[in-house]
């Protein structure tokens, strides 16, 4: 469509006219971003209620509270991380300064997915705005509450040569996906990223897929079994189980799975009351089309705890499946609901096998007290980033690049690598013009074995 080509032309322009590369204009624009969002501060929590069913302790502490602090961190950071990193000379080049411009990666897009709307739109937007980019951001259709609310956000604050959001489907995407981008920020399910990696191919556009799959965790008989049940409980069940890094099936010691499941029922109990298809804190499945796939999963192996179902309101019962084989029918793909398959192991190798015989997943979690155990299981099983002894809270550190490996993802972002992400390295060696040492020129006669003293 015309718009989107024009609107990408306007933006290079822009870009090119060296708009965006300024220290204070980046910082104007993070700045105005986070106010634009303070001031939108309850619609966008009530949004999020809408699409989601998100109470708005969840929508500020897994989305709106995520922005601010990103946004918070570049602000803090960005002098520094705009600054050309020296760096070492090698004695042949004697004598030059050599040193890396960040320098921005130009006209972008941000493609993000309806789980959380507003956090997986606005934490890459901060990134490139940071790294002096121009951006247009395609937001998912399932999530059109959230969408409308950012779509006003970008309008009011900023003109739609430096960023600009356009709303649709399928035609929009594979659109958008058609122009020439100069970088590509994805975030969303495998299968669709093979899709936009395929784009991004045409024209050798790098891009950044931050991808899903299935995360496990690995209960070992050391564990703190209390613990490891609330933590559990907490980062399976936020957002009803649609969250990329949510713990997705667990293995366990053979001999310890009814007291865990004991102990994970009471906190269920805890956080969602007996009745938690009426909980105000559990959120909803996003539509009817995942709702009667989550539905299919849980039909398909025997439920410990919950299991029931309310089509009208979306709801499904934070469920615990056990016994799990791995032919179960919920073992086949990523569950990306509130349902908990529970499988047994052996061995501690056997378990370490299970996770690396599969896809490299996004997540990987272990609850443990043997510290050899856990350090062994971090160093044989790859996977995008996790936590030892908790789930979920490793994205909250800024420090800690996010993102995952082989079809879980590609490249990572937060913080420091939001900007890394945004930018290009362009190396530089900056030569004096006082001094031209004559080794390198020929002709080379017998100046091998100075060069062997000089490269070794
Ligand atoms: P999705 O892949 O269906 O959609 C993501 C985005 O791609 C949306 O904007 C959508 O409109 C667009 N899209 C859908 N089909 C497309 C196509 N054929 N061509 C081009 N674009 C298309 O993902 P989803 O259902 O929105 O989200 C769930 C998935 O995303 C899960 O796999 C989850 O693990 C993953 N996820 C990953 C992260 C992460 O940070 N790594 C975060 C959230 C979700």
New binding site residues.
């Given amino acids: 469509m015309k718009i989107y080509s024009e609107t990408l032309d306007r933006q290079k322009a822009y870009f090119r006219r060296g708009e965006t590369l300024s220290y204070s204009f980046r910082i104007n624009a993070l700045r105005a971003l986070k106010n634009a969002l303070k001031a939108h501060e309850t619609e966008i929590l009530s949004a999020l209620d809408k699409d989601l069913g998100k109470s708005s302790f969840e929508g500020y502490a897994t989305e709106l509270g995520i922005v601010y602090e990103e946004i918070g961190y570049l602000e803090k950071h960005l002098k520094k991380l705009m600054k050309p990193t020296r760096v070492k000379t090698p004695i042949t080049q004697f004598y030059s300064r050599s040193y890396i411009i960040h320098e921005p990666m130009g006209s972008v897009l941000i ?6 709307p507003l956090q ?1 739109t606005m934490v890459p937007l901060a990134g490139a705005i940071a790294g002096g980019n121009t951006a247009i951001v ?5 999530s059109g509450a959230v969408s409308l609310v950012i779509k006003r956000i970008i309008e009011e604050t900023f003109q739609p040569e430096y960023i600009a959001l356009f709303e649709g ?2 035609e929009t ?2 659109a958008l ?1 058609d122009l020439r981008w100069d970088f590509i920020f994805f ?6 990223g093979r ?2 990696h395929q784009a991004a191919n045409r024209y050798l556009t790098p891009c950044i897929l ?4 299935k995360s496990p965790v690995i209960i070992e008989e050391s564990a703190d079994i209390p613990l490891t049940a609330r933590r559990l409980t907490w980062g399976k069940f936020l957002n009803a189980g649609q969250t ?1 890094v949510a713990p997705d099936y667990v293995l366990i010691k053979r001999g310890y799975a009814s007291a865990f499941i004991e102990a994970m029922k009471k906190e269920i109990v805890k956080a969602f009351t007996s009745d938690p298809l009426n909980a105000e804190d559990l959120p909803k499945i996003i539509n009817e089309k995942h709702f009667e796939r989550i539905r299919g999963l849980i039909s398909g192996s025997e439920a410990a705890h919950g299991g029931r179902c309310d089509v009208k309101h979306l709801r499904i019962e934070p469920t615990i499946l056990y016994p799990v084989k791995e032919t179960d029918s919920v073992m086949q793909e ?1 569950i ?1 609901g509130p349902v908990l398959p529970i499988l047994e192991y052996d061995s501690f190798e056997e378990a370490l096998d299970f996770v690396s015989s599969r896809e490299k997943p ?1 997540a990987f979690y272990i609850f443990s007290k043997n510290r050899k155990h856990i350090e062994k299981a971090l160093a044989s099983v790859s996977f995008g980033g996790g936590c030892v002894n908790d789930t979920v809270v490793h994205l909250t550190d800024p420090e800690l690049p996010f993102g ?1 490996v082989g079809n879980s ?1 590609m490249g990572s972002y937060h913080g420091k690598r939001s900007f890394q992400a945004f930018t290009h390295d362009k190396s530089i060696m900056d030569k004096a013009l006082w001094l031209d040492i004559g080794v390198r020129y020929a002709p080379y006669r017998n100046k091998l074995k100075l060069l062997k003293m000089l490269m070794k």
């Fill in positions: 493609m993000s997915p309806w789980n959380y997986l395609k937001p998912s259709r399932y489907g399928h995407n594979t996906l975030t969303g399910s495998p299968a669709v899709i936009v931050e991808l899903g799959g990329c990523e990306f996004l995952g993802g």
